[in-house]
């Protein structure tokens, strides 16, 4: 069965610097996501991309966050100068298409990125 | 607001007994919700969603738009089912979907 992945498992990183989290959706998925959990609170949305843009972000994805879909496979999340709140594990997520509202999206394994 | 409650951190219970995990919503839109599961260092998974009333593992969950609620139940508890677990709204916005996550309950099925 095919599976959402993302990489890599682990990210350790010094504050300001810039990171990215990799992600390969489904390959037949036209809808993805990206979670984040802080430790010990609730998975919280971040940002849908649907068509090669931002269908919807939340108010924590501010100017430093950006995504991008750079070949057709890899969905990708940059942090452009990570601070120590950005400490978190951070999902993404696909779903097949449009308009069915209860489609499934389907979770990658999650990247846990550490600021130091 | 659009809001996912789960009261309980932490659920524990015997093997064999029964579970109910508890999960309250708010939405002002038609509501569809679904129940993941996290089992020790894996994805999120899909538990069941409320629109297809299946039956998985032994868990069902009925949504009660009366009380808001959709908990999660299974009358035989066992050991494997020890995980997370995260009721979810879907919410439509600007005709794209979102979910919104409760804060998690943790199920601890003992020998």
């Known amino acids: 069965e095919p599976e959402v992945t993302q990489t890599p498992s682990h990210q350790v990183t010094q504050m300001g610097q810039e990171v990215i989290l990799r992600c390969v959706p489904i390959?037949?998925?036209?809808?993805f996501y990206w979670y984040r959990q802080i430790l010990g609170q609730k998975v919280e949305f971040l940002v849908s991309?649907?068509?090669?843009?931002?269908?919807?972000k939340s108010e924590i994805f501010d100017d430093q966050f950006s995504v991008e879909r750079p070949d057709g496979s890899n969905f990708t999340l940059k942090i452009r100068s990570t601070k120590l709140e950005d400490s978190a594990m951070y999902f993404c997520?696909?779903?097949?298409?449009?308009?069915?509202?209860?489609?499934?999206?389907?979770f990658g394994p999650g990247t846990r990125l550490t600021v130091l | 607001a659009q809001r996912v409650t789960q009261p309980e951190k932490l659920l524990s219970v015997f093997k064999g007994a029964p579970v109910e995990l508890k999960c309250n919503y708010s939405?002002?839109?038609?509501?569809?919700l679904f129940w993941y599961v996290q089992y020790s260092r894996q994805r999120l998974q899909l538990l069941l969603r409320?629109?297809s009333r299946e039956s998985i593992k032994g868990f069902t969950a009925d949504l009660n738009k009366g009380e808001t609620s959709f908990h999660l139940k299974k009358p035989f508890a066992q050991e494997e089912d020890s995980a997370m677990y995260y009721c979810?709204?879907?919410?439509?916005?600007?005709?794209?979907?979102?979910?919104?996550f409760g804060a998690g309950t943790r199920l601890a099925v003992h020998p």
């Open positions: 997520a696909s779903r097949i298409g449009k308009g069915v509202s209860t489609d499934t999206q389907y």
């Open positions: 390959s037949n998925h036209l809808y």
């Open positions: 991309f649907y068509n090669n843009e931002i269908s919807e």
């Open positions: 939405y002002s839109g038609s509501p569809e």
């Open positions: 409320h629109i």
């Open positions: 979810a709204l879907s919410i439509l916005s600007g005709g794209y979907n979102k979910l919104i």
